[in-house]
């Protein structure tokens, strides 16, 4: 049987071992600095409720992505923004509905309903953002025979959007990713950041996904193997 000093000795150590933890988690706070930049990808009304692509509880994000922004001073918005009659519109191949794949030039493509069409309502960026300091909107998906889910790449893989050459022309050494949807364009962005030589967080809990035939956990797994590391909103330092 343990005495009175085995007991508050084993107390103490307890304690110590509970503030030495709580000292680690507070130093693991991320405070993003002036090489740190958010990526707001694609957080459009053809994406949340009522839209024609809408992602499950995708208006979930936004209260979360204003309260994280307020952290940076580097903040990088995308828009999807589709021609008519896209490529990846279900409705341009015959006999075909949302969600089948095809074959194209550049490999396999997911076919969507018609969405985030070039100056429609649909295109635009959620009015309730408020992110005034974001300097930069870069538009993907323009080139009506090729998708573009990245924002750094179109999904050839070759054609740039210039975001890599920007943010490098900043000094950015470190990407943050948030929005819509997880498994395609902010997974599509995240991997392409660190193909580009950024070091690269996916706030999970700023986005949401589509999760179609499995490919949420998909996304999760190729960004593990890449290197991107998978946060919370509230490992990111924000102030007061």
Partial sequence: MLDRRQVLAALGTTAL????????????????????ALLVIDVQNCFLPGGSLAVKEGEQVVPVI??????????????????????????VHSGKKPFETIDLPYG?????????????????????????????????????????????LEADGKTSTGLAGYLKGRKIKRVFVAGLATDFCVAWTALDARKA????????????????????????????????????????????
Avoid at 23 to 35: C, E, F, H, Q
Avoid at 198 to 209: H, I, L, T
């Fill in 108 to 152: 396999k493509q997911v076919l969507w309903p018609d969405h985030c069409v070039q100056g429609t309502d649909g295109a635009a960026l959620s009015k309730d953002l408020s992110i005034p300091q974001a300097e930069l909107i870069i538009r993907k998906g323009f080139h009506k025979d090729v998708d573009s889910y990245s924002a750094f």
């Fill in 197 to 240: 030589g950024f070091e690269v967080y996916v706030v999970e809990d700023a986005c949401r996904g589509i999760d179609t035939q499995g490919s949420l956990a998909k996304a999760w797994a190729d960004m593990a193997r890449a290197g991107v590391k998978r946060i919370q909103s509230g490992d990111i330092a924000v102030s007061a």
């Fill in 17 to 36: 071992s509970a503030l030495a933890s709580n000292a680690v988690l507070a130093a693991a706070s991320i405070k993003p600095d002036d090489a740190s």
């Fill in 66 to 91: 204003n309260k994280i922004a307020k952290a940076f001073s580097n903040v990088v918005m995308t828009q999807d923004w589709h021609t008519p009659g896209h490529v990846s519109f279900a409705s």
